[in-house]
């Protein structure tokens, strides 16, 4: 595909379970972010991967907030033992490389409803 | 605390009507400050990258400037399809991977 892929678009989910997000990165863009969008808010750092070097998580809110990028290529973003606060669009993006004045390039995002 | 604060908030416009959306910064240190679009139900889209005071960039309607503490995205005769969303961000030394974000100031252009 042409621009990042992100599934699925809208995850319904009850309170206390959990939840897989996934990203498909543009094809040979090494660097990979992840932001939230709460209602209301603006976008949120969460965590961003850069080739193999070690992720960048401090912009998880909390230790049931985890990410992975299998083969530098797809990530997936799981939330644990969702709560209500969770709810919110979740974007993920991609760049080149992540470096200064790298333009990122957004997926449409996962619009998560805990209820 | 870095900190990105945009207003107004909403604005609206007959078309042809210029004016401008201000992004006011304070950080450490600036590397570089982006605009985005975003139309609703997708993701953000570049626009501008600008690097330091007195640059200028400009896209079709849109021009955006940058002083050493805002930055103005001027939309010129602006047309109903200029209506989206509007997202500043910036980049600090070090941070390479995560930008700062504003709320974004929202913006209606009526026919």
């Known amino acids: 595909g042409a621009g990042v892929s992100q599934s699925p678009s809208n995850k319904v989910t009850e309170k206390g379970k959990d939840v897989e997000l996934r990203c498909d990165p543009i094809?040979?863009?090494?660097?990979l972010y992840w932001y939230r969008q709460s209602l209301g808010q603006g976008l949120e750092f969460l965590i961003y991967?850069?080739?193999?070097?070690?992720?960048?998580k401090s912009g998880l809110p909390s230790d049931r907030f985890s990410a992975e990028r299998t083969g530098g290529s797809v990530s997936t973003l799981t939330i644990q033992r969702t709560q209500q606060e969770d709810s919110a669009v979740y974007l993920c993006?991609?760049?080149?490389?992540?470096?200064?004045?790298?333009?990122?390039?957004f997926g449409s995002g996962t619009q998560l409803s805990v209820l | 605390e870095d900190q990105v604060t945009q207003s107004p908030e909403a604005l609206r416009l007959q078309e042809g009507e210029s004016s401008s959306l201000n992004c006011s910064y304070t950080?450490?240190?600036?590397?570089?400050l982006f605009w985005y679009r975003q139309d609703p139900g997708k993701g953000p889209e570049f626009l501008f990258t600008?690097?330091?005071a007195g640059e200028e960039k400009e896209k079709e309607r849109l021009k955006a400037t940058l002083t050493k503490k805002e930055s103005f995205l001027h939309i010129t005769a602006p047309k109903p399809e200029d209506s989206a969303t509007y997202l500043c961000?910036?980049?600090?030394?070090?941070?390479?991977?995560?930008?700062?974000f504003g709320q974004g100031t929202t913006l209606q252009v009526k026919p």
């Open positions: 993006a991609s760049s080149l490389r992540a470096g200064d004045g790298e333009k990122l390039f």
């Open positions: 094809s040979g863009h090494t660097a």
């Open positions: 991967f850069q080739g193999n070097s070690a992720p960048d």
């Open positions: 950080v450490s240190g600036l590397r570089g």
């Open positions: 600008l690097y330091s």
């Open positions: 961000a910036v980049q600090t030394f070090g941070n390479t991977g995560k930008l700062i």
